[in-house]
């Protein structure tokens, strides 16, 4: 294989010092590594059926606050290296080093990560087990097993037409900042750390869901476990109607807890993915296996 594309995005000159934070060079992180989870998490997400070929996966880049990566107009299943990811600012989403275009939804991204500098990475799925929840108007996502604790106490529905403008196209994309920041804003603020969200996840009416962690395999847990809580809350509403009774939620106190367990056990599922994917045959990673999943992180 050719390495010297790789060697060249690698090797990258960084943007002006006026828009950027740069890490102490002590706590410097193999980019490498970072770009390959990236790849993979993209290739989990697709084989999961939690991303079609619009979704998309950001991750904040480690050695510059400023900056994140994402793929370029590519789904997710055809991701396979460097070149097929961009780098943009934080502060308003527009390409540097080199990169040019991209998604147009970007803003979604850019405007989160800027909003909570605890956040790391981010997932926009349209998934379709997600949808139904974000039209009803009646019924909420609501966690139903210790999976989803995740979700917290309630999870917020942005719709996108109460923030359009006369002139704005009505056609449910979030490409600009100014409608990224108004759907970041519906995360909220956790006071007890102004930091971080207060909530994980969000639904978007008529078009998917967006949640959030603190690195790529936080995120990409969450993305899946959402899809399959939605799964799981759909199929018990479905037995209420058919017996009877009421689906008995997470309570309060079990989503917090439960909520701690999701945040620290992200390794094991992680694990599994990965092995998944890569022997799956559908997928191409140039930059191997991410370390995490070997075990040599």
Not at 14 to 37: E, F, R
């Amino acid at each position: 294989m050719n390495l010297e594309p790789l060697w060249n995005f690698l090797s990258i000159t960084l943007p002006k010092p006026s828009t950027q934070t740069v890490l102490n060079p002590t706590t410097m992180v193999n980019i490498t590594a970072t770009l390959s989870a990236l790849i993979t998490a993209n290739h989990i997400l697709h084989y999961h059926n939690v991303l079609d070929s619009m979704g998309h996966i950001s991750v904040r880049n480690p050695n510059n606050n400023s900056t994140f990566f994402i793929a370029l107009q590519l789904g997710p299943a055809v991701v396979s290296g460097p070149q097929d990811i961009g780098e943009y600012l934080v502060v308003d989403g527009s390409p540097v080093n080199g990169t040019k275009g991209g998604y147009a939804e970007r803003y979604i991204h850019s405007e989160i990560l800027k909003a909570y500098p605890d956040v790391n990475a981010v997932v926009h799925s349209h998934s379709e087990d997600v949808l139904p929840y974000t039209v009803l108007g009646t019924v909420g996502v609501e966690p139903v097993y210790h999976m989803a604790g995740f979700l917290g106490a309630s999870v917020p529905n942005f719709d996108i037409e109460t923030i359009y403008t006369p002139t704005d196209p009505r056609d449910m994309l979030v490409n600009t900042p100014r409608l990224g920041a108004a759907l970041a804003s519906t995360f909220g603020t956790n006071t007890s750390q102004p930091t971080s969200p207060l909530h994980s996840t969000v639904l978007q009416r008529g078009h998917g869901f967006v949640t959030t962690g603190t690195s790529i395999e936080q995120v990409v847990d969450y993305a899946y476990f959402a899809t399959s809580n939605a799964r799981v809350q759909t199929n018990a509403l479905l037995l209420t109607g058919a017996v009877g009774g009421a689906v008995q939620y997470l309570s309060q106190m079990e989503r917090s807890d439960c909520r701690n367990m999701n945040a620290w056990i992200v390794f094991k599922p992680w694990g599994q993915w990965v092995w998944e994917v890569e022997r799956s045959g559908l997928y191409v990673n140039e930059l191997g296996t991410p370390p995490e999943a070997r075990g040599d992180a």
